[in-house]
C-alpha cells in the first residue's frame, strides 16, 4: 500500500481560507469557534511537516 503524501501547500492554502473567513467577521461564534479549531489542528500539522523537513535538511547537510 503507498503512503499518502502530506500536501503542505494545500494545507496552508485551506489555513489561509480559514483565516480570510474569521476575518471576515460575518461568521457567528459557533461557526467561528469550528474554524478555530479546524486551523489549529492544521498549524500543528504544517509545524510537524516544517520540522520534519527541517530534520532531512540537517542530516544532507551533515552527510557532507
Keep these: 500500500m ?3 503524501k502530506y500536501d503542505f501547500e494545500a494545507s496552508l ?3 489561509e481560507e480559514i483565516v480570510s473567513k474569521i476575518n471576515d467577521q460575518s461568521l457567528g461564534l459557533d461557526e467561528s469557534l ?3 479549531e479546524e486551523g489549529s489542528k ?4 504544517l509545524e510537524k511537516a516544517l520540522k520534519e523537513a527541517s530534520e532531512e535538511v540537517e542530516k544532507v547537510i551533515e552527510v557532507k
Excluded: D
Design 42 to 45: 492544521i498549524v500543528k500539522e
Design 2 to 4: 503507498e503512503e499518502k
Design 34 to 36: 469550528k474554524l478555530y
Design 13 to 15: 492554502a485551506k489555513l
